[in-house]
């Protein structure tokens, strides 16, 4: 995707979630990021040359805490 920050943020925001690892490449653009929420790892990354993004519209997702 491009501009994985933005997702990263918001879901920090909405879900209170973690980053738990990051990769960047030598551009700032992410590589490789961990983000915890809750039980759960999510990975995301900046789209690159050889791996373009793709478009969404929007996330839905239903979120239950395990506590």
């Not at 491009?2 to 990051?22: E, G, H, N, P, Y």
């Not at 030598?26 to 789209?47: F, P, Q, R, W, Y």
Request: proline residues 1%; hydrophobic residues 35%; glycine residues 2%.
């Amino acid at each position: 995707m491009d501009d994985a920050q933005v997702l990263v943020d918001s879901l920090t925001a909405i879900f209170d979630a973690t980053t738990q690892k990051c990769f960047k490449h030598e551009n700032g653009k992410i590589a490789h990021l961990e983000l915890k929420i809750d039980d759960t790892i999510v990975m995301i990354s900046d789209s690159t040359e050889a791996y373009e993004g793709r478009e969404f519209q929007e996330v839905k997702a239903t979120f239950t805490p395990t506590n």
